[in-house]
Structure formats: structure tokens, C-alpha cells
């Protein structure tokens, strides 16, 4: 993978904004969903960018500029995209727990469509789409039983997760849908996890969802989209996986039922795309290991704490002498705090700079506050010498500032 992150400008970077700070490439975002756009010219989808892989609103515009809808979970995930321009004919909201007044800001906002995930959802919805005097369109998120073979935290196409609804069900809901004044059924959709490495999981999921649109067909129940979700892979310190290979799978499949396709993907578009740099504070010994502990922690990045995912780490400066191993931890009171482990470096100098790559993608938008630690500011790469701040560092005001 080239190298996206030049070592001159970083340190021209960081001497303004210091560290930790989040940093992303336009470029490689914009090569990303081109990518996606190029594979799938065929069937020419809409691609919902999942705003919840990193919902910064200049991320954001950047996609929402180059043809890109979104894919949002929250009230506040729709507020960011409307602000970022999207427009709302290519937004659909997902989720399993959407509050009344989350459905009514999507109505009210004229999105696609809404992705509902259980009965009680629906009655809900049909409640605030009659209280409003609207129709709501609305897709249902199927729940396939597919195994997509991927981390348990981000599995959601299998029975026994709160995701989706089973087929059975799932034709009550487009009945009751269908026969609604206030609901209109257009859309079906399935989400199968994150981080799939191979297009099987959705092939088995469109051989049996194929399977049930014809079923509603013959119940009188014509759909307009067909929503695949995302999901697709990224092993860290590469680039996504061809979507190509997943076009080649999915396309006949899906142009054999004649929907306007949908995918929403996240992860892909920005994960290889975004660092975190941080800063050596120390190295220490503990026993046989060795750790360097940096300004960074898992309060801004969660995901090797959480997932047990692994980033590669790049020190901007390389040391001379002999590689050590070394874990990489940060100053929060846990002993799950880690950026890294076993990760072979020369020694680092105190005040070097790493740069935890891969972590555009679920990096700043999962951090917190946790020991009081304001969030990291983000920064994106505009050209190949050019840079802006996107979003300041918080501050220990911004700590308080909501409090009584
Ligand atoms: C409904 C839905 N769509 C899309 C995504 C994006 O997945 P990924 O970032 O793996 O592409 C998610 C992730 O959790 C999701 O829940």
C-alpha cells in the first residue's frame, strides 16, 4: 500500500495540532468509494456511506460531494448527514432501537427510506407517519441466519442477535405494511457484520432474500430496493478487498430481480484511509515485556481493547539498533488500555511519534472522555502538501461544559 502519510508533512502536522490527533486522506477516501463505484458500474448502486464509521462533517461532505447517500442509526447520525449535505433522497436511517421522535425527524426530513427491525417498530412508525398525515416508506431488515464468520461483537445476520427479523415474520410485517395507509413497503434489507472477507456470506444471504422478495411478489408486494448492507473487509494495514470480487458474486444475483441496488458501506471507505499519531511518553519494563506508553489511548481508539483488533503501528522517525517487541499503552487505569501488543520496533526515543494506521474507520467516532481525557483533535489531508484541522481538541472546559 503506498505510502499516504509523508513524513514531512505529518511533522508539519503535528507541530500545529499536537498529539493524539486522528488524520485522514481525502485522496485515499475519494480512490476508495471511486473504486467501489468502477466495480459496480453495472448496476450502477447507491452507495450509503454508514456514518457511523467516522461522522466527522468533512469526511462526510467529501463523500456526500462525490455522489455518495448515507446510511445513518441516530437522530444525531441524520443531523450530521443533512448538514453535510447529503440529500435526503439518499439517506436511509437503520437501527434496531429508533425512538418516535427519530422516526418523525426522518419522515419530516423526506428520506428514502426507513429500515425497520421488529413489529412493535412498524406499529410505531405507522403511529408517527399517520400523526404526521404522511406515508412512511419503509424496507425490513431480514435477519438471514447467515454466518459471516467474523469477530462475535460484529456479527448480525444470524438468529439469536437483536438484528433483523426471520422470513416468517418478516412477511407479517410486509403485510401489515402493504395493507397500512400510512405505510408504504419499498425496500428490503440485510446487514450481515463487519469486517467479511469473502463474498459467500452475501451470496447465501441474496440466494434465499431472492427467494423471499419472489414470495412477496406473489403476495401483491412489489419492492423498489434491495439494500445489502456493508460489512465488507478490511484487513488491517491493507487496502478493502476488491470490491470487484464482491460485484462479481452479487451482480447477477441481484440484477435477476431487478431492484435498485443499495450497499452501505463504511469501514471500507475510510478505514485505511485515517492515523492516529501519538506520542512516546515513556518506555518501562514489566517482567519479560516491554511497553512504550503514549499520549494515545484506548479512550481514542477502542478497537484493540474491544475487538482485539490489530493495527499496524509506523514510527515516523525510524531508531537505529536491534528490533525489541513492545506493547503499546496509553495512560488510561486499565489494563485493557492498549493501542498494540507484541509489536517489533526499534527502541523509540521519548517524545517519537507513532502512527497507528487503519484506524480511519471507527478510531475518533467510538472514542470517549473516559479518565477525563478530552478527545483527540482530526485532521484531513487535502493534497499531496496540504492539510486542514477538521476538528479541534477538546478541552478540559469541553469536559464540564454540559454540567450543573
Ligand atoms: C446497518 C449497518 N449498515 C452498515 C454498517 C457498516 O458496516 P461496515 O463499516 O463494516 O461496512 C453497519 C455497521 O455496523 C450497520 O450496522
Known amino acids: 500500500m503506498k505510502n499516504i502519510f509523508p513524513g514531512g508533512l505529518i511533522e508539519r502536522i503535528l507541530k500545529k495540532t499536537g498529539t493524539p490527533v486522528y488524520i485522514y486522506s481525502s485522496?485515499?477516501?475519494?480512490?476508495?468509494?471511486?473504486?467501489y463505484k468502477r466495480s459496480f458500474s453495472?448496476?450502477?448502486?447507491?452507495?450509503?456511506?454508514?456514518?457511523?464509521?467516522?461522522?466527522?462533517?468533512?469526511?462526510?461532505?467529501?463523500?456526500?460531494q462525490n455522489g455518495a447517500g448515507a446510511d445513518v442509526v441516530s437522530g444525531g447520525e441524520?443531523?450530521?448527514?443533512?448538514?453535510?449535505?447529503?440529500?435526503?433522497?439518499?439517506?436511509?436511517?437503520?437501527?434496531?432501537?429508533?425512538?418516535?421522535?427519530?422516526?418523525?425527524?426522518?419522515?419530516?426530513?423526506?428520506?428514502?427510506?426507513?429500515?425497520?427491525?421488529?413489529?412493535?417498530?412498524?406499529?410505531?412508525?405507522?403511529?408517527?407517519?399517520?400523526?404526521l398525515k404522511m406515508?412512511?416508506?419503509?424496507?425490513?431488515?431480514?435477519?438471514?441466519?447467515?454466518?459471516?464468520?467474523?469477530?462475535?461483537?460484529?456479527?448480525?445476520?444470524?438468529?439469536?442477535?437483536?438484528?433483523?427479523?426471520?422470513?416468517?415474520?418478516?412477511?407479517?410485517?410486509?403485510?401489515?405494511?402493504?395493507?397500512?395507509?400510512?405505510?408504504?413497503?419499498?425496500?428490503?434489507h440485510f446487514h450481515l457484520g463487519s469486517q467479511i472477507d469473502s463474498p459467500k456470506p452475501y451470496e447465501k444471504a441474496?440466494?434465499?432474500?431472492?427467494?423471499?422478495?419472489?414470495?412477496?411478489?406473489?403476495?401483491?408486494?412489489?419492492?423498489?430496493?434491495?439494500?445489502?448492507?456493508?460489512?465488507?473487509?478490511?484487513?488491517?494495514?491493507?487496502?478493502?478487498?476488491?470490491?470487484?470480487?464482491?460485484a462479481g458474486t452479487v451482480g447477477p444475483l441481484v440484477e435477476s430481480l431487478g431492484l435498485a441496488l443499495i450497499l452501505e458501506p463504511g469501514r471500507s471507505l475510510v478505514a485505511a484511509a485515517g492515523?492516529?499519531?501519538?506520542?512516546?511518553?515513556?518506555?518501562?519494563?514489566?517482567?519479560?515485556?516491554?511497553?512504550?506508553?503514549?499520549?494515545?489511548a484506548m479512550n481514542d481508539l477502542i478497537r484493540p481493547a474491544f475487538y482485539g483488533a490489530k493495527h499496524p503501528v509506523r514510527p515516523l522517525v525510524k531508531r537505529p539498533g536491534k528490533a525489541a517487541r513492545f506493547d503499546i499503552a496509553g495512560p488510561v487505569c486499565e489494563s485493557g488500555d492498549f493501542l498494540a501488543q507484541d509489536v517489533s520496533l526499534p527502541t523509540p526515543s521519548r517524545g517519537d511519534i507513532l502512527l497507528i494506521l487503519s484506524a480511519g474507520a471507527y478510531g475518533f467516532s467510538m472514542s470517549s472522555q473516559y479518565n477525563s481525557r478530552p478527545r483527540a483533535a482530526e485532521v484531513l489531508l487535502t493534497g499531496t502538501n496540504s492539510w486542514r484541522l477538521i476538528r479541534e481538541r477538546?478541552?478540559?472546559q469541553d469536559l464540564t461544559a454540559k454540567e450543573k
Open 27 to 35: 485522496e485515499k477516501i475519494l480512490e476508495n468509494l471511486e473504486a
Open 42 to 64: 453495472d448496476l450502477n448502486p447507491l452507495f450509503c456511506y454508514a456514518m457511523k464509521a467516522n461522522s466527522n462533517g468533512a469526511v462526510a461532505r467529501l463523500l456526500a
Open 394 to 396: 477538546e478541552t478540559y
Open 275 to 296: 492515523a492516529l499519531a501519538v506520542k512516546t511518553l515513556y518506555r518501562k519494563k514489566s517482567g519479560l515485556k516491554n511497553y512504550i506508553i503514549t499520549d494515545g
Open 135 to 188: 406515508r412512511a416508506e419503509v424496507s425490513v431488515r431480514i435477519n438471514p441466519d447467515i454466518d459471516p464468520h467474523t469477530h462475535k461483537f460484529i456479527t448480525t445476520g444470524k438468529i439469536g442477535t437483536k438484528f433483523g427479523v426471520a422470513f416468517k415474520e418478516a412477511r407479517e410485517l410486509y403485510a401489515f405494511a402493504h395493507a397500512s395507509r400510512h405505510l408504504a413497503p419499498v425496500g428490503i
Open 206 to 246: 441474496l440466494v434465499v432474500v431472492a427467494k423471499f422478495i419472489r414470495r412477496l411478489g406473489t403476495d401483491g408486494i412489489k419492492l423498489k430496493y434491495l439494500d445489502i448492507g456493508g460489512g465488507w473487509g478490511v484487513r488491517e494495514g491493507f487496502d478493502m478487498l476488491p470490491p470487484a470480487l464482491l
Open 78 to 131: 441524520l443531523h450530521r448527514a443533512l448538514c453535510a449535505g447529503f440529500d435526503p433522497r439518499t439517506i436511509i436511517f437503520s437501527g434496531v432501537g429508533k425512538t418516535d421522535e427519530e422516526m418523525s425527524y426522518a419522515l419530516r426530513a423526506g428520506i428514502l427510506f426507513i429500515n425497520v427491525e421488529s413489529f412493535e417498530e412498524l406499529k410505531a412508525l405507522e403511529r408517527v407517519a399517520a400523526r
